[in-house]
């Protein structure tokens, strides 16, 4: 099967505004309603190869690069982010089969997940969250004990992929094991429903028992001891795919706002004229802009550079997660009450969803604390002048029409080593195009001191009598700051071609970018940068009049009825 491109899967999927449409939006409020599980949308999603993207091709899959997985997947969830799970729970026993799996383990894995089946992924534990090293499950003479919580798809799976705890101390304690459930016994399986969230309603989530559950010879994965190693790299791809849920949510909330600004007259003049919903529509468009460069950048900066995603990809995750949030907030400013009625024309009972469903994918696979403190105590060796990386890698991360090398996911690792391939030689960059930059001067080189006093301010935090929130209010800085040199390198690194909409070359969208990321990582209201930002906001409108998704590279959407 050939890979299913975004445009193709918007025709399949028919206009999502549409009521009558069984995968649009009316639907996905409907579902939200009874708790209900996608399964039309996901079973039609599967019919045409969707959950194949992220399946590498020797599995069976259409994986040809995680930037188009990521365009395709937010394209879908831009509907019902609920699709994700639905179709996509597997990606995390997937990988980890991947990095340290059998070859039999894999092609199993693989067939049950080509016939669209799940491999489901059993981590966490209700009383020990994300500190994992206390985790209790055991695997001990041939059988498991204990209990798993919060497990994507539990109760349809087809196999487990479990962490279990085989030893008494540190990493080495955990061992895992790829469980297939038909023919386990109900009394030494216990499947039953995770207690219910707010957001995300009727996905399949699942507290797994275990009760002397047999484990038949050569389940072992790997290694006895390497089972948490495996689950903490192959997390990095996880958080990676999850930001795609975040912008499909932030695309539906930006595009409804502006649906009704745009409609919504006050005297003369649209309510995008207005100002003060002008400047909350310029925030969100910034945020969203911002979000898509970072995401886009990650997507593609795995391919290249993996070693360096035990921190790359949390800090994107926490930067697209949390603008996310905020965009929904001031989109929900210009909506007023129309963004808290459950019925009546113009999307009533959506908004609200995608404010409950962005709450949970802020914290699905880790808190915003656990995923800042993870590499907290990575910062120095990133800001403290190791090795430098290639520039030529770097060039090629962020030219968006330059191929890319094969994923390879026993390449990620456990402690980024070296300088950070995003912020080293920031300065010099700066100077190369100070010259061209325009409005986006001034921002660019407040990024470049601001990155520059990184050091400092993480040997600061790890001073003996520091603020204990220190290291990681740093580590929430130094995500924000490497977020906007993200968006500097993807301009650098196309000013040929049009990103946004935009003209080539154009500086309005960076600048807009640069302005509300700076001021996240200062801790500022980012609309006391209001014109910076307006530029966003003149290119969501071109993008939503041209039925075009909010993306550096931007897709057509499916016609209109």
């Known amino acids: 099967m050939s890979a299913l491109t975004p445009e193709a899967l918007e025709e399949r999927l028919g206009d999502p505004a549409d009521d009558a449409n069984p995968y649009g939006f009316a639907a996905a409020v409907a579902r939200d309603e009874q708790d209900a599980f996608p399964e039309a949308l996901c079973a039609e999603l599967v019919r045409a190869g969707f959950h194949l993207n992220y399946l590498p091709k020797e599995w069976g899959g259409t994986l040809e690069s995680f930037d188009r997985s990521l365009t395709l997947v937010r394209s879908a969830a831009r509907r019902d982010v609920n699709i994700m799970p639905g179709t996509m729970f597997s990606i995390i026993a997937a990988t980890c089969l991947q990095l340290h799996g059998s070859l039999e383990q894999q092609q199993r894995a693989a067939a049950i997940l080509r016939a669209g089946g799940a491999v489901a992924f059993a981590l966490t534990e209700a009383e020990h969250g994300s500190d994992l090293l206390t985790n209790e499950v055991r695997l001990a003479d041939g059988v498991l004990n204990g209990e798993k919580w919060m497990v994507g798809l539990g109760l349809r799976c087809d196999a487990v992929y479990v962490v279990a705890r085989t030893g008494e101390r540190g990493p080495g304690a955990f061992s895992a094991v790829l469980l297939e459930t038909a023919g386990v016994p109900a009394d ?54 999850s930001m795609a849920g975040s912008l499909g949510i932030a695309d539906t909330a930006v595009r409804l706002a502006l649906d009704f600004a745009t409609a919504r007259r006050i005297g003369r003049a649209p309510l995008t004229e207005a100002p003060h919903s002008r400047r909350e529509l310029a925030v969100a468009a910034s945020a969203l802009l911002a979000a898509d460069a970072v995401a886009l950048s990650a997507a593609r900066g795995v391919h290249v550079v993996p070693e360096a995603f035990s921190v790359w990809a949390l800090a994107a995750k926490h930067v697209v997660a949390e603008a996310a949030d905020d965009l929904i907030r001031h989109c929900g400013s210009v909506l007023a009450t129309r963004s808290v009625l459950r019925e009546g024309p113009g999307g009533a009972g959506l ?211």
């Open 188 to 241: 030494r399986l216990e499947r039953v429903p995770a207690p219910r969230t707010g957001g995300m309603r009727g996905i399949d989530l699942a507290t797994l028992r275990f009760h002397d559950t047999p484990v038949p010879a050569g389940a072992l994965v790997g290694r006895e001891g390497e089972g948490l190693e495996a689950a903490v790299k192959a997390q990095q791809t996880v958080r990676l795919m």
């Open 351 to 561: 908004f609200q969803k995608l404010q409950r469903d962005s709450g949970v994918v802020r914290v699905i696979d880790a808190s915003t604390l656990a995923n800042l403190r993870s590499y907290a105590g990575q910062l120095p060796t990133l800001t403290e002048g190791g090795a430098r990386p290639d520039p030529d890698a770097v060039r090629t991360v962020f030219t968006l029409d330059a191929p890319l090398p094969p994923y390879e996911p026993a390449r990620l690792d456990m402690f980024a080593r070296g300088s950070d391939p995003v912020l080293a030689g920031l300065h010099d960059t700066v100077d190369a195009v100070a010259g061209d930059l325009g409005a986006a001067a001034a921002p660019v080189r407040r990024l470049a001191d601001a990155a520059a006093a990184l050091g400092d301010l993480t040997r600061a935090a790890r001073r003996p009598g520091a603020d204990p929130n220190a290291l990681a209010d740093a580590a929430e800085r130094y995500a924000w700051l490497h977020a906007a040199a993200c968006c500097l390198h993807l301009w650098c690194a196309n000013r040929e071609r049009s990103l946004y909409g935009t003209e080539p070359g154009s500086t309005g969208w960076l600048g807009a970018a640069l302005g509300y990321l700076l001021a996240r990582a200062d801790g500022t209201d980012p609309r006391r940068h209001g014109e910076l930002l307006t530029p966003a906001l003149d290119a969501a409108l071109a993008l939503r009049d041209g039925n075009r998704l909010f993306t550096a590279l931007p897709v057509r959407l499916a016609t209109p009825r």
